[in-house]
């Protein structure tokens, strides 16, 4: 019907498959497509073993006193009990899934944001809608269900750009559980898909090599490894001889004409009496050569060999263990195989490494003014009632707590302080900042920092949803509607449409903007009209109805329509 509408698609993570996919269901004819890098530098990956969870979670949010960040769990009921054990540890926490009321929802969702709520436990059913800057953490109790899923939820770390962690706490019986949830009735072409993407999300799990290394080149983007930033980067290494156990592993699969997967191989290496090990397996001389070594080795050092190309695994349904040119050279070459195991694992980072790696200098920032600057900071924001990262992030914090500025002049070099945001914080921070460093006989340090980079003047006109998020975005930081009218030199009602725009897409509550016992006699005129007069309304309702207040309450009921 609208042949001539240009059609943009967007989309948080999609790999190749999926990107061609959303091509194909929309019909798009040679479409442009933009794909921005997939690297969240500031974001450290960290795998542990499923093993004491609570007791992990308990001890890092422990270690992290300030953070605030977000656990997933698979379940409801994980949820639930998660954030109820986190409470009787004194941890500030609440949970959130698709089984709590919408009010309820959106209460702990608004507490979360407003730092009310330190760590919230979540199901995937938390985050899409979440802008919160300054979540230094999140973690995954469970195994997720695929890659994408993975990277949109650690993606909600860190968004004010300083360093924070994703830590996802791994076992096989997650990789069980979801099989089963992964394989849909009647649709074998999706079932496998399904399998096939949580088989990805294992071998991120299991595999030894660099984290980032792996999500950049499942998105289709290239990386060296080496990030310095992921577990398997920061572990101490020691390198091995493993040519004796890989020559004995190879033949065993050599001998069993690659027939079999790594299971049957582990247990006929080790020597196993299973009916599955036919006396005819038990006459090969390779038979029972592996017993002085565990499952758990057997099971690691394949994982090497194929990680090294020194072995394959087939793609069936019943993955077969198939050899490659490098197996042969090992086995009928003699040629040599070294692998790395891990000496000493790496564990998260204190937040004191978090801290001293922001700045830019090698000066580090004053913790207890950064703490007296998150108090005024959270005082603001609750006479306001707006998020704290809506004042300012983090981040600004960091740099006012680096680097002392003591006039208004100098704040105007701290990322965050523009003319608008000068004027309105610029005396209540300033004074904290010159009364402690009065205290404790320091100055400003402003001429350490590198000036802030100034911006390009804009060449093309605004967009509509730049103006609209420009007045909201002042809305939300206590201006009145007159205020931002006269600030931004536009007219009353031009403002007031902004805001109305807000309050269908839901970001802007009808309290916010009038008295919400005028709604219910709005809507009963408007449901009973075929086409919504708002001039029909205010004819019947009267002076004491405004168009605003009426447009209000038809764009509240789009929202919850």
């Known amino acids: 019907q609208f042949p001539n509408v240009p059609i943009i698609a967007l989309t948080a993570s999609a790999d190749e498959i999926t990107r061609k996919d959303i091509i194909k269901q929309l019909n798009l004819k040679e479409p442009l497509v933009l794909v921005s890098s997939f690297d969240r530098a500031n974001i450290k990956y960290f795998v542990q ?13 422990n270690e992290h006193p300030d953070d605030s960040g977000i656990i997933y769990c698979l379940s409801r009921k994980g949820t639930e009990e998660m954030a109820n054990n986190l409470k009787e540890n004194g941890i500030n926490s609440a949970y959130y899934h698709a089984g709590l009321s919408s009010m309820e929802r959106a209460k702990v969702q608004d507490d979360f944001i407003k730092d009310k709520i330190r760590v919230m436990v979540a199901t995937i059913a938390f985050g899409m809608g979440i802008d919160k800057s300054n979540v230094r953490f999140v973690m995954h109790a469970d195994l997720p269900k695929n890659i994408e899923s993975y990277y949109q939820e650690t993606g909600r770390a860190g968004r004010d750009g300083l360093p924070s962690e994703a830590i996802l706490f791994y076992s096989n019986a997650d990789v069980i559980k979801l099989k089963r949830f992964a394989l849909i009735e009647g649709n074998e072409e999706q079932s496998d898909l399904m399998l096939k993407k949580l088989q990805q999300m294992t071998d991120f799990a299991e595999m030894q090599k660099c984290r980032r290394q792996y999500l950049m080149e499942y998105f289709g983007e290239k990386h060296d490894g080496d990030c310095n930033s992921c577990d398997y980067c920061l572990s101490n290494f020691e390198t091995w001889d493993a040519t004796l156990d890989a020559q004995k592993l190879l033949s065993a699969v050599f001998r069993l004409k690659e027939r079999y997967g790594k299971n049957l191989i582990i247990d006929f290496l080790r020597g196993s009496k299973s009916v599955k090990i036919t006396d005819d397996m038990r006459s090969l001389p390779t038979y029972g050569i592996g017993i002085n070594n565990d499952k758990n080795y057997w099971q690691n050092l394949i994982k090497q060999l194929i990680i090294n190309d020194f072995l394959a695994e087939s793609e069936d349904e019943f993955p077969v263990l198939k050899l490659t040119e490098e197996s042969k050279l090992i086995l009928f070459k003699n040629k040599k195989v070294e692998l790395q195991k891990v ?61 002392l500025p003591q006039t208004k002049e100098e704040l105007n070099e701290i990322s965050g302080f523009g003319t608008f945001k000068i004027e309105k914080y610029g005396e209540l921070f300033l004074s904290v900042i010159v009364e402690f460093c009065e205290q404790n006989n320091l100055s400003s340090l402003i001429f350490n920092k590198k000036p802030k980079k100034k911006r390009e003047p804009k060449t093309v006109n605004k967009s509509p949803a730049g103006t609209f998020t420009t007045s909201y975005q002042m809305f939300k930081a206590g201006n009145s509607i007159e205020e931002i009218a006269n600030i931004r030199n536009l007219a009353i009602n031009t403002i007031q449409n902004h805001l109305v725009n807000f309050v269908t897409v839901g970001t802007i509550k009808p309290s916010e903007l009038m008295d919400t016992n005028k709604i219910e006699p709005i809507l009963e005129i408007a449901k009973s009209q075929s086409i919504i007069s708002l001039k029909a309304i205010k004819e019947e309702l009267g002076e004491d109805y405004s168009y605003f207040e009426i447009h209000i309450a038809i764009a509240y009921y789009k929202c919850q329509q």
């Open 343 to 403: 000496k000493e694992l790496a564990k998260a980072v204190t937040v004191n490494e978090i801290e001293t790696q922001y700045v830019e200098t090698e000066l580090s920032h004053n913790s207890e003014l950064f703490d007296k600057l998150r108090i005024i900071r959270r005082e603001q924001a609750e006479k306001e009632n707006v998020p704290p990262y809506v004042i300012f992030s983090d981040a600004t914090l960091m740099e006012l707590a680096t680097y």
């Open 49 to 61: 073993t499923k093993k004491s969870v609570l007791q992990n979670i308990i001890q890092y949010i």
